[in-house]
């Protein structure tokens, strides 16, 4: 399990080291029969990024959390890097996914859009991951992820926001409206969605009720007794 979080000039670096792991499994030809992946979208505060490094360790499984995918997509030659990593196959069910995500959901002719897409189905398509916010769970297929939704009320997001970065309680609230204010925005004007209509997600968590292990093991129980899809099946009845 890795855990890749940008900080700062150290975010090309990790994003490389997470090239380089592709490629070598590339190479040993090296592929799970089903990948399926997490997608979190949460309100700030939530103490989704706590949950989701928790999720990656329970179930040894890479993290990406929403300011590396960003500054992949933001590239276009680290997003053409990761791309190059999957297989022929794989890049031509990546193809056909973005021609029909675009006119499925409309989206923006965005460069980053467009960048952030090919990078989200990338990481999907070498699956066994955990990826945070950036629209991950609008771009992808619910037959291949477990889409969630982590909130809490807000005096919950309030403290916590408190704690994390020790701040007031109206500069907690304030970083806090500020914040999911972007997130709805973004949301809504890429990919016109609500981003907390509970129908857009497979499970949503109040983590006022749950400590990080128990909510964990609720995700990991939803995520380990759905029938995933088989598309690596599907790739090869198709060439067949």
């Known amino acids: 399990m890795e855990t890749f979080k940008s900080q700062g000039a150290l975010a090309e670096q990790i994003i490389a080291a997470q090239v380089k792991k592709w490629q070598l499994d590339k190479k040993k030809k090296y592929k799970k029969p089903v990948r399926p992946v997490i997608t979190i979208s949460r309100l700030p505060g939530s ?72 990078v989200v189905g990338a990481i999907a398509a070498h699956g066994h991951a955990v990826i945070v916010g950036r629209g991950a769970g609008y771009l992808l297929s619910s037959e291949i992820c477990l889409r969630l939704l982590i909130v809490a009320p807000m005096d919950v997001r309030i403290s916590n926001v408190m704690h994390a970065y020790e701040v007031t309680s109206k500069e907690a609230e304030k970083r806090i409206m500020e914040t999911e204010k972007d997130r709805r925005a973004f949301v809504k004007n890429y990919f016109h969605a609500d981003l907390t209509d509970p ?9 006022a009720h749950y400590n990080v292990e128990a909510a964990s093991r609720i995700i990991k129980e939803a995520f380990n007794s759905r029938p995933w899809y088989d598309y690596s099946m599907s790739k090869q009845s198709n060439k067949s």
Request: charged share 30%; net charge negative; glycine share 2%.
């Open 199 to 207: 129908v857009n997600y497979d499970l949503t968590l109040n983590t």
């Open 47 to 118: 103490g989704a990024n706590t949950l989701a490094k928790q999720l990656s360790e329970d179930l040894n499984i890479d993290l990406f959390d929403n300011e590396t995918v960003e500054e992949i997509a933001k590239s276009a030659h680290v997003s053409e890097a990761v791309i190059a990593t999957l297989d022929e196959r794989d890049r031509d069910i990546l193809d056909d996914w973005i021609g029909a995500i675009e006119k499925k959901r409309h989206l923006w002719p965005d460069e980053f859009i467009l960048h952030l897409t090919k």
